[in-house]
């Protein structure tokens, strides 16, 4: 036996298919490309600082802790308006203030007033005390009248979102709250504040939809009813006699969050 196995030949043939040889030559390529490490960076792009979600801020490198301290701060209607006052405000480091900072993009206001009215330590008071007084002399118009250059005055909106603005207070007949620009694609917070400043709803009068009598057809054509909302609302009816405007909440899939807006533009 051992004699057997020194002269005979126990190798196997391997009769490989075209299919897997061509497989085979790949294999190298494959087993290199999963050794190199794939390199994912995050692109930043020029944003206002003042507005950065959880999300953005912690793409950036910032804590948990800085990114709360910079929500606080926003939600007493301040602004942070230099690099050092952001540092200030959320105290992160001067490694990653220096590696975000070139990307801070403030309004062209802030910019224009901080090349008047820089301290001796470079940095600007715009308190809300100070800038009261202009704040005062601000028109507001009403925002069912306003014309697109009306519109295109406030920092922030062009051509095509003025034109949106417009197209959404056609679709609607008119608004009936400031809070209907949240829903206009495109409005970022920062715009949607400054048009709160220049723009308001003026007694509205809108069309109303008598919600009683309305067909599913007649429903489906208001903007917040979709066909599934137009049905519900017309079965409901059906089953529970005439609505008012507390059975709202009862009816499947209503938007209950503009349940408010949605009221002023219903007749009961």
């Given at each position: 036996?051992?004699?057997?196995?020194?002269?005979?030949?126990?190798?196997?043939?391997?009769?490989?298919?075209?299919?897997?040889?061509?497989?085979?030559?790949?294999?190298?390529?494959?087993?290199?490309?999963?050794?190199?490490?794939?390199?994912?960076?995050?692109?930043?792009?020029?944003?206002?600082?003042?507005?950065?979600?959880?999300?953005?801020?912690?793409?950036?490198?910032?804590?948990?802790?800085?990114?709360?301290?910079?929500?606080?701060?926003?939600?007493?209607?301040?602004?942070?308006?230099?690099?050092?006052?952001?540092?200030?405000?959320?105290?992160?480091?001067?490694?990653l203030?220096?590696?975000?900072?070139?990307?801070?993009?403030?309004?062209?206001?802030?910019?224009?007033?901080?090349?008047?009215?820089n301290?001796?330590?470079?940095?600007?008071?715009?308190?809300?005390?100070?800038?009261?007084?202009?704040e005062?002399?601000?028109?507001?118009?009403?925002?069912?009248?306003?014309?697109?250059?009306?519109?295109?005055?406030?920092?922030?909106?062009?051509e095509?979102?003025?034109?949106?603005?417009?197209?959404?207070?056609?679709?609607?007949?008119?608004?009936?709250?400031?809070?209907?620009?949240?829903?206009?694609?495109?409005?970022?917070?920062?715009?949607?504040?400054?048009?709160?400043?220049?723009?308001?709803?003026?007694?509205?009068?809108?069309?109303?939809?008598?919600?009683?009598?309305?067909?599913?057809?007649?429903?489906?054509?208001?903007?917040?009813?979709?066909?599934?909302?137009?049905?519900?609302?017309?079965?409901y009816?059906?089953?529970?006699?005439?609505?008012?405007?507390?059975?709202?909440?009862?009816?499947?899939?209503?938007?209950?969050?503009?349940?408010?807006?949605?009221?002023?533009?219903?007749?009961?």
């Amino acid at each position: 036996m051992q004699l057997g196995s020194y002269f005979l030949d126990f190798s196997n043939d391997d009769k490989s298919t075209p299919e897997k040889q061509n497989w085979l030559s790949l294999q190298c390529n494959i087993d290199s490309l999963k050794s190199e490490k794939p390199q994912t960076t995050y692109k930043i792009y020029p944003f206002n600082p003042n507005f950065i979600t959880d999300f953005k801020g912690h793409k950036l490198g910032m804590s948990v802790e800085q990114i709360d301290r910079l929500l606080a701060f926003r939600k007493q209607g301040r602004f942070a308006n230099s690099p050092e006052e952001f540092q200030k405000v959320t105290g992160i480091s001067d490694s990653l203030l220096n590696a975000i900072s070139p990307y801070f993009k403030f309004p062209d206001w802030v910019n224009k007033k901080s090349s008047n009215q820089n301290g001796s330590n470079g940095w600007v008071d715009y308190s809300k005390d100070k800038y009261e007084k202009k704040e005062k002399n601000i028109v507001v118009i009403d925002i069912n009248t306003a014309t697109k250059e009306d519109l295109m005055k406030v920092y922030g909106i062009g051509e095509a979102i003025s034109d949106r603005i417009l197209k959404q207070k056609e679709v609607f007949g008119q608004f009936v709250s400031m809070e209907q620009m949240n829903d206009v694609w495109g409005l970022s917070p920062e715009v949607i504040e400054k048009l709160n400043q220049s723009f308001k709803v003026v007694n509205p009068k809108p069309k109303k939809i008598n919600i009683n009598n309305a067909s599913i057809k007649e429903l489906g054509q208001f903007p917040y009813f979709k066909y599934p909302i137009s049905k519900n609302i017309v079965t409901y009816r059906s089953m529970n006699g005439d609505l008012k405007i507390e059975d709202l909440t009862n009816i499947k899939a209503f938007p209950v969050d503009k349940i408010k807006i949605i009221a002023l533009y219903l007749e009961f």
